[in-house]
Each structure stands twice: as C-alpha cells, then as structure tokens.
C-alpha cells in the first residue's frame, strides 16, 4: 500500500480533514470532538481573517484510498516579522501510531515551508495563542475540556522521535472550590474592598457585558504582547469573537475590575465546561445535539477559566485576589466544585503560586516542539 500525502483543495476534502479526527480516536475514550458548526468557520477564510495575514497549507496522508492523517501548516509573516524570526508552524496534526506517516505529514509542511524561506518549524500552534496549543503530554487520564487539545498518547513521543524538542510548556491547573477562602486572602481582601479607587462590576445579563467586550480584548492586547505567538487582535477581530462566544457566555462567570473613571483595569471570563455535552452530540448541533450542549451548561460541576488579564500598570496590586474571590462565589451559587486555570506558561510563577495557594492540582501539561528544517531532506 502506498502512502500519499494530498494537498486539501477542495470542500469535499476538507470536509474528510475536519472530521478525520473523530475517526482516528473513535477508541480512545477522553477524546472529545471539536464543535463541529464552529470548526467549518474557522477553516472558512470567509469567517475567518486569520487566513488573510497567514500563509497555510493543509494536507491528508491517505493509505489504500483511505484519509489516515492530517497536518496544518501557517507561516504567519507579521509575527516573524516583529520577532526577527524565521519560523514556520505545524497544527491539527492527527494521525494512528504510526512513524511513518506523521513524518510524511511533517516532510510535507517541512518542504513547503522550506521553499517560503523559513528556517524552523514549530508546534502544535496555529494562528496564535488564542487557537489552541501546545501537545499534550501529561493528564492524559482527565477529562477533556472544549477549549484545549486532548491527544493520545503516542502522538507527542512521535513528535519527539522525529527530532524535535521542547520550545516551553503550558500547565493547566485543576483547582477544588473551597466555602471560603484561607485567612491570609481574607485579610488582603478587607484591605483591597476599603480602596475606593477601583471596584469590581459584576453582571446578571448579557445586555450589561456586551459594551465591555471591545475594551476587554484591547486590554488584552496590552497585556498579552510578551506572550510567545500573542497575535493582536484588530478592532474588526473582536467584535468577530464577541459575536462568536457571546451567545454561551454566562454573564455570571464575567468579572472586571474598572477604576473612577470607569476604565477597564482587570478581568476574568469563565464558562461551564460543555465538552461532556459536545461528546454526547457528537459534535453535532442537530437534530439532538444542541439539547445534550445545553444540559451540560445547566449540569457542569467544572468552570473553564478561558481569558482573563490585567493592565499591565495595576499588576500586584491584589486584582487577581478580587476577581478570584468572585468567580468563586458564582461558581459556589452554581453548584460548580472545580475550576480548571486554563493553559498558563510554564514560567508564569505569579500565576501558577496563586493556583497551588488554592490547593490547585497541576493535572495537565502541554508542550510546544521545535525544529530546524533539513533542507537537504526536503
């Protein structure tokens, strides 16, 4: 049987390299799939910008006629640019355990890469930070949340086989709700609640958040530029996004801190995890799927950390400390017992020190590869 890795050109085939995923790890129980309706608009330039400030590629390995792996490749210019590098990246890689065809699908994004001028390939990341990233490589037994990747196990060590090696890795913390928190936070929390300088708003509908959704992502803009692959978002991008998750977000799980004049200093944004629900629909949101998506929002007993950031001006000064206090208490009213951080770098000390202050069990990692491209081989 010979092995061939096919350019995707066409719908049809990207409609086998959308769902070949759920194909390959139909047996492996803690996967789960993608929501499908918002996976054809990111593939889809049309809803999609990214597509215009990137260069891409996508390909099928195909064995005896069949569709048995999958590889992205971006080059996004403007990024390199900016960091005077010359790197190339790899995403939706999928395949079976198999060396031979993971190295096909890497040889075939190396070589395209190559011949754009770039000198090393990394991955798994796509546009930027805000795709998901990173390979799993650690928590392989817990379950899957919608808003970070959850591969087998033999993929990451096939990574590494191929040569590449560690570029940083991400945590994800899994955080138990406690009735309140330990004294020490108490304490710092009557100190930051008599400081009339700033307050938390807090919102009960989404009519009330949806004006703060633009001033939220320029903050993030501010304070994510020193993150590796932090891509910022135009004006145009985050009025896309906020039409995108609006519609699930529960008002209750967004916090923000503004000051007198009402300008926006710090923020999180939480959401009941969904995935237990998209796995019974099966990524589907008809004819029953929206039903299974909806009870696992009313059911979740885990809150998804997905964005959160503060001015970089105002750190230190206890925000974290209020906005967690907060969120905490919604989640109690909700019936929510866990909180999961989100991917947080692995050199985040801030961050990760606040986690494991609140008993946080680190219980997933994620790794980003590097590589130099062989241009001999290609």
């Known amino acids: 049987m010979k092995l061939e890795i096919k350019e995707v050109k066409d719908a049809k085939d990207l409609r086998r390299f959308i769902y070949l995923p759920e194909k390959l790890y139909k047996n492996y129980p803690n996967w789960a799939p993608p929501f499908y309706p918002d996976e054809f608009k990111f593939f889809n330039p049309k809803h999609n910008d990214a597509f215009e400030k990137n260069e891409t590629i996508m390909a099928l390995a195909w064995l005896d006629k069949k569709p048995v792996g999958r590889i992205m490749g971006v080059i996004n210019p403007i990024y390199n640019q900016r960091k005077n590098e010359t790197h190339a990246r790899f995403c939706f890689l999928d395949c079976p355990d198999d060396a031979d065809i993971l190295n096909a699908l890497i040889r075939f994004v190396e070589k395209w890469a190559c011949s754009k001028g770039m000198t090393h390939l990394i991955g798994p990341m796509a546009f930027s930070d805000k795709d998901p990233q990173g390979m799993m490589t650690e928590g392989f037994e817990e379950k899957p949340v919608i808003a970070t990747n959850h591969n087998p196990p033999y993929l990451p060590q096939l990574i590494h086989n191929q040569g590449f090696k560690k570029l940083y890795d991400l945590v994800s913390y899994l955080i138990p709700i406690p009735e309140q928190l330990p004294e020490r936070y108490l304490k710092a929390m009557d100190r930051l609640k008599n400081n009339t300088s700033f307050r938390l708003v807090e919102f009960t509908n989404k009519r009330q958040f949806k004006p703060w959704i633009v001033p939220l992502f320029r903050l993030v803009n501010d304070a994510y530029g020193h993150i590796y692959g932090f891509d910022p978002l135009k004006e145009h991008e985050m009025k896309a996004l906020a039409n995108r998750y609006l519609p699930v977000l529960n008002p209750e799980f967004v916090k923000i801190i503004v000051d007198e004049d009402n300008q926006l200093l710090a923020f999180v944004v939480g959401m009941p995890e969904l995935s237990e629900g998209i796995k019974r629909a099966k990524g589907r949101l008809l004819p029953f799927g929206w039903w299974h998506i ?21 750190r230190n000064h206890g ?28 050199y985040n000390a801030p961050m990760r020190a606040e986690c494991e202050r609140l008993y946080g069990r680190l219980h997933k990692r994620y790794r980003l590869f590097i590589r130099p491209i062989n241009v001999e081989s290609t």
């Open 294 to 314: 909806l009870q696992a929002m009313k059911k979740s007993r885990l809150l998804t950390l997905l964005l959160g950031a503060v001015h970089p001006d105002k």
């Open 319 to 346: 925000f974290t400390l209020l906005l967690a206090e907060s969120i905490l208490n919604s989640a109690r009213k909700n019936g929510i017992t866990e909180i999961d951080s989100h991917l947080i770098l692995e």
